[in-house]
């Protein structure tokens, strides 16, 4: 009997500390073009969820409506049941963003870098200490490769204090040494946060997520694998 109490005890404390992000009604249109329409998701930390859609179809524009970085024609966003408006987003602290394009500045060395997000040494150390920063910490970030640019820019954003993690293509153009790094980031990452990826490179996301989804015609489907991405047209059959 004491042993089943507490085993109930301990999974509802793992539910009461589950961090959820609910997104409902989020439409989008340019003039008269509809890009997203009533899309609704959901994201709990310890899942990744995987978005794919070819290019124009959303994906990209999703993750900025819901970060507050371009406005919705209409959202609701309820972080652990509470809503929060989109331009209060980023000041609220509990979503974190990691765009296509690179952030960082070029002519800055990598170890120059990373206290400007870590003030605090043991966070310094998390981001120094781990695999491959030490090969290129002394670099200027315009010297870095794509593989290496995107790790770094993927620590320095997945370590900030936030409960989610929205990722636009981290995959992209990356050399295979750096994706199996970037996995293992991320799984790392999954154990207290939740994480929404879109990329096109299919193969390196299915690998790492809990749960997919294909933005086509302004509506989002559920996807169970490659064949499904094959059924809805977003692959060529082989």
């Known amino acids: 009997m004491y042993f089943d109490t507490t085993i109930n005890n301990l999974y509802l404390n793992c539910i009461t500390n589950m961090g959820v992000l609910e997104v409902t009604n989020l439409s989008k249109s340019y003039g008269s073009k509809k890009i997203l329409e009533n899309i609704s ?4 930390t310890g899942e990744i969820i995987g978005l794919f859609g070819r290019n124009g179809t959303g994906k990209s524009t999703l993750l900025k409506l819901i970060f507050g970085t371009i406005p919705a024609d209409s959202i ?3 972080i652990d049941s509470k809503i929060i ?3 209060a987003i980023i000041a609220s602290k509990k979503i ?3 765009p296509q394009d690179s952030f960082l500045p070029k002519s800055k060395k990598v170890r120059d870098i990373i206290p400007l997000f870590f003030p605090n040494g043991n966070d310094q150390d998390m981001i120094f200490y781990s695999p491959q920063i030490a090969s290129f910490e002394k670099l200027k970030v315009g ?7 995107r790790y770094l820019e993927l620590l320095l954003v997945g370590n900030l204090n936030h409960q989610f993690l929205m990722l636009d293509e981290p995959f992209s153009m990356v050399e295979p040494i750096y994706k199996n790094v970037i996995q293992e980031l991320l799984l790392t990452l999954k154990k207290t946060k939740g994480i929404i990826i879109t990329d096109h490179y299919y193969e390196d996301v299915l690998k790492i997520t809990d749960k997919n989804f294909l933005i086509k015609n302004t509506k989002k489907m559920k996807v169970n694998g490659k064949n499904d991405l094959v059924k809805y047209e977003y692959l060529r059959s082989s």
């Open 96 to 98: 974190a963003y990691l």
């Open 85 to 87: 408006k989109p331009n």
């Open 76 to 78: 609701t966003i309820k």
């Open 143 to 149: 010297d870095l490769s794509i593989g290496q640019l």
């Open 41 to 44: 998701l959901k994201c709990t």
